[in-house]
């Protein structure tokens, strides 16, 4: 067929099954996979069911999957190791190095790869979003991600599972989703389709008074709103209209803030997404189960009853539908009261403290009081300043140089990393995994995969390289390293493993061509929200992980009582999480409040060199202090953890490492 490519990649689709119950395959993960594959009619993909008992009954899957698509059975011992330590679903590209995991990643990936099958499916491309952006944003910092990918499945499931046995409360996640239905859309051209908007009506209303409308202007302007016209025109791939005449006057003097406000077709606005593919497995099985036990509940979220109709008249859906065992409800017209607010909703963390009688503003004042409670800026001593990779002795593909970067950039790239791989050489041991955490392009994981020798599972070389920093280091050990000296035996024959994760698919591509230039074998590449990553590991690095991702790669550590070595970033995007509260240790706590504690983080990002020498000091110690937090928050687990400004500090303007070991 013309357009399509022939040769691609064989992949493997991997999805939890739990149990089907009256039509709906669970977990709802598998549901929305299985949806977006017979939406796309994709069959590149070789789908593998993952038993979560070994006693699953599989019989029923016959009535609920759809017959184009061919599916294995598998049991969880049977996975490749790279899926054995990620949470489903996942796919992994042959020679099994190479794994996408969570949903969010995987039903991007589907679409991608469903579009380079046949390109003229560019409906299937447009689910991707305005820049590709749907669903692109980890759950952690997006709300939007967050509610589609993890919160309204598992609270749908609860829903059903109880709904058995009693009467279940409606799920708050379904009605934050009608409150967020309920919000004007934003979209990239916002003024001008609201103008139109306002033209519209002025037409209608103009139409109303005395001259009868007729039947074609009638579907126009009152069974269609613009909204509609703008959603379905694209949906339909029609070709784009010619230019209107100039607007009226008054149109286009009109202000902002008199223009109407656009309202949702579908889930994320104007446009059909992956945010609809995900909520409509998960909203029809919820339905099912309100128009069976409890209809008199529709009334409380009349826009999504809306949606899940109007969805229905997409092309391709009701096809996808029927061949995934859903059958369509038809609800009743339900009437939506404007501006009414859902009740009983809570508002979302990370809202500062209104009223703080207490509060001053400024570093300073914040800091004062740290220090009259003890709390200081004091950095650990650098373990060995002057220790540097043989950059000129590895590979052209080990160095930050093929990372596309100007050579003065490149060269504090190489400093920066002679800070991290010092400290993980002195906490590995064959047999160790590292994962390398917001990996990026790979700087720091490349690197670690190639100067540890046991890489390549050969002890006599790890000896010699440990003899070697023996010697460099003689005039100094930091005692934070003594810790794991206990457990070092550097004879182990067991390969080292260094693991990347990163959610940006190009950054890991790079890493992976890097990789393959240079022959690694045990590593492997792991597109996934951090969150995803269900394996056991003894140390954690993450260079420049931004925000609250560095508090994320060190709850991971400690989950697995793993070494964690972290360098922070961009210190002002920090904020209050549904999985952190800032400040996080006690000590902090009792001295500071959340306004406080965003003050330093705010000054912490003020260390550029364009800025007065003043200011940077401050924003320094700013970033310590908010270091120190999370290394006492950290040691209240059970950590020996050590705060260390880089050498040189040129290297970054955010140039600390948090270092923690288990005691």
């Known amino acids: 067929m013309k357009g399509i490519k022939k040769s691609l990649t064989e992949e493997y689709l991997y999805l939890d099954f739990s149990h089907q119950a009256e039509g709906c395959i669970l977990p709802l993960h598998t549901s929305v996979t299985l949806f977006l594959l017979s939406y796309c009619d994709c069959k590149i993909f070789k789908v593998c069911l993952v038993l979560t008992e070994e006693d699953t009954d599989t019989s029923p899957l016959r009535d609920v999957l759809s017959q184009d698509t061919e599916v294995q059975i ?26 996408r995991a969570g949903l969010a990643v995987v039903l991007r990936h589907i679409a991608q790869k469903a579009y380079e099958t046949d390109p003229s499916k560019k409906e299937i491309l447009e ?5 590709k952006t749907c669903l692109k944003a980890c759950a952690e910092v997006s709300q939007w991600t967050r509610l589609c990918e993890l919160t309204i499945p598992l609270a749908i499931e609860n829903f059903l599972r109880e709904s058995l046995v009693q009467t279940p409360a409606i799920p708050m996640e379904i009605l934050e989703l009608e409150k967020k239905l309920r919000e004007p859309v934003r979209v990239h051209n916002d003024d001008k389709l609201r103008r139109q908007k306002l033209k519209q009506q002025t037409k209608g209303q103009v139409k109303g008074q005395g001259q ?92 999504l009853a809306s949606w899940y109709q109007r969805i229905q008249e997409v092309p391709r859906v009701q096809t996808a539908a029927s061949k995934c065992g859903i059958q369509f409800l038809q609800l009743p017209e339900l009437s939506a009261t404007p501006n009414e607010r859902c009740p009983h909703l809570s508002e979302a963390p990370g809202g500062e403290e209104q009223n703080d009688p207490l509060f001053t503003g400024g570093p300073r004042p914040t800091m004062t009081k740290l220090l009259e409670k003890g709390i200081e800026v004091v950095f ?99 005692p934070l390293f003594l810790l794991k000296a206990a457990n070092f035996s550097p004879t182990s024959a067991s390969p080292l493993l260094v693991i990347l994760i990163e959610n940006k698919e190009l950054s890991l591509i790079r890493a992976k061509k890097r990789s393959d230039e240079l022959g690694l074998s045990n590593i492997w590449f792991i597109q996934a929200n951090m969150e995803y990553f269900a394996g056991m590991f003894n140390i954690g ?87 120190l937090d999370r290394a006492r928050a950290a040691e209240e687990h059970g950590y020996s953890v050590q705060v260390i400004s880089m050498e040189p500090e040129s290297c970054s303007p955010k140039n600390n490492m948090i270092v923690g070991v288990p005691v």
Not at 127 to 131: E, Q, R, V
Not at 274 to 292: E, T
Not at 568 to 585: A, D, L, R, V
């Open 74 to 99: 598998v049991s969880r011992q049977e996975l490749p190791p790279i899926v054995q330590n990620c949470c489903l679903p996942a796919v992994v590209e042959q020679p099994d190095n190479f794994c």
């Open 127 to 131: 689910l991707l979003g305005f820049k």
């Open 212 to 303: 009868p409308l007729e039947a074609s202007e009638e579907s126009d302007y009152a069974s269609q709103s613009l909204e509609l016209k703008v959603a379905f025109s694209k949906l339909m791939v029609q070709e784009g209209q010619a230019a209107s005449s100039r607007e009226p006057s008054h149109i286009r003097k009109a202000k902002a803030s008199d223009l109407p406000p656009l309202e949702h077709v579908f889930a994320e606005g104007l446009f059909f997404t992956l945010a609809d593919i995900v909520l409509l497995p998960c909203v029809h099985h919820f339905l099912v189960v309100i128009c069976k036990k409890f209809s008199e509940k529709l009334t409380e979220f009349p826009l």
């Open 380 to 478: 650990s001593p650098h373990p060995c300043p002057t220790w540097t990779l043989d950059w000129n002795g590895l590979p052209a593909a080990v160095s930050p140089k093929e990372g596309r970067m100007s050579s003065d950039r490149a060269l504090r790239k190489q400093q920066q990393l002679n800070n991290l791989v010092y400290v993980v050489i002195n906490q590995a041991k064959p047999g160790d995994r590292i994962v390398d955490f917001c990996s990026g392009g790979g700087h720091v994981g490349l690197v670690l995969a190639h100067v540890l020798p046991s890489c390549q599972g050969s002890a006599g070389k790890w000896k010699g390289q440990m003899e070697l920093e023996v010697r460099v280091r003689e005039a100094f050990i930091h």
């Open 541 to 627: 690095v993450a260079l420049h992980a931004c925000g609250v991702a560095t508090d994320m790669v060190i709850e991971q550590c400690i989950k697995t009582r793993a070494s964690f070595v972290t360098c922070p970033c961009c210190y002002g995007f920090i904020q209050n999480t549904s999985k952190f509260n800032f400040p996080k240790s006690e000590q902090f706590k009792k001295t500071l409040s959340y306004k406080e504690h965003m003050v330093l983080c705010r000054f912490a990002d003020q260390t550029a060199v364009q800025l007065p020498p003043q200011r940077r000091i401050i924003g320094k110690q700013c970033m310590c202090l908010v270091d």
